[in-house]
């Protein structure tokens, strides 16, 4: 069942199906993304491999980028920010304790960082779900971390590595299916052109996110830090289809959906106001 902080219809069990009714209707009442100046016609075709569209990749990737942003803000103004390897005791992420052998500012900087580069993805990836403004009318509110994730580093650093590991498989994912999106639409077509422009920015997107991973390895002290020849599928083969399995994205990322036993519920809305105070900006734009 949906509900205000569940429209899309993710279940609460992992062992039960998502439910794509409310995504689809979601989609359906899009009028398509924009890129580039024109607007997508085929914004539904489905990838003959997974069924998934454009749009579904585009809507799915947005809940990830809405869960990191929620993620990252709580790990700057929450209790793990006073961590040795961050801003030390009574630091902040902004005032970070000026005994150098008991903080780390660079580290913290990684993470303020990363905040706003995810809050940039889920700005570009918004109006291809078919949704406007700032993030007020993203499919999920609300986001579920086990109780004590912002207490202290090692859970901190232990949901961060899950968490980027699932969005490089994801983004893995999106650029292989949107490249055969492209490739079923026909060469030289403006929907093919339309989906590897698409790929390009899940590419683009990936490799930041392959950036957080390594960052969060550095403050964790794990060495060598940047430890993979290949960015790894971390098990995932498609990013929507089919939602029951293990082996899509959405799958992956249910738990931070839903409410249950042991977890505790976070704001995207305290995130994206309390952002601008914690975060550093970014450089750079999408690959046009």
């Known amino acids: 069942m949906s509900d205000n902080n569940n429209p899309i219809g993710f279940t609460g069990r992992l062992n039960q199906p998502v439910s794509r009714r409310k995504l689809l209707a979601i989609a359906a009442g899009a009028t398509g993304a924009v890129v580039a100046g024109s607007r997508v016609t085929s914004a539904f075709a489905a990838d003959n491999t ?3 569209t454009a749009q579904q990749i585009a809507i799915a990737a947005l809940v990830a980028e809405d869960l990191a942003t929620t993620f990252y803000y ?12 961050l801003a030390g005791k009574n630091g902040t992420a902004t005032q ?12 913290v900087d990684y993470l303020r960082a990363a905040l706003q580069e995810e809050i940039d993805h889920a700005n570009l990836l918004r109006p291809y ?7 007020g009318s993203d499919p999920y509110q609300t986001f579920y971390f086990p109780n004590g994730t912002f207490d202290t580093l090692s859970p901190f650093l232990a949901i961060l590595d899950a968490l980027e590991n699932a969005f490089i498989g994801a983004y893995l994912a999106a650029v292989k299916e949107f490249a055969q999106l492209a490739a079923d639409a026909g060469s030289g077509t403006t929907a093919a052109a339309t989906y590897e422009s698409l790929a390009q920015v899940a590419a683009s997107i990936l490799g930041v996110e392959s950036e957080h991973r390594v960052l969060g390895r550095v403050i964790g002290n794990q060495n060598p830090a940047n430890n993979l020849c290949y960015e790894q599928q971390d098990g995932i083969s498609s990013v929507y289809n089919p939602p029951a399995s293990s082996g899509s994205a959405v799958y992956a990322l ?35």
């Open 74 to 85: 709580n790990g700057l103004v929450g209790l793990v920010i006073q961590d040795t390897s």
């Open 129 to 135: 779900g078919g949704f406007s403004g700032t993030g």
């Open 96 to 107: 970070v304790a000026q005994n150098t052998h008991k903080s780390n500012v660079g580290n």
């Open 50 to 52: 997974s069924g998934d």
């Open 254 to 288: 249910t738990p931070f959906l839903t409410a249950g036993a042991g977890k505790s519920a976070y704001s995207l809305a305290t995130a994206l106001a309390g952002a601008p105070s914690v975060s550093l900006a970014c450089t750079g734009n999408p690959p046009s």
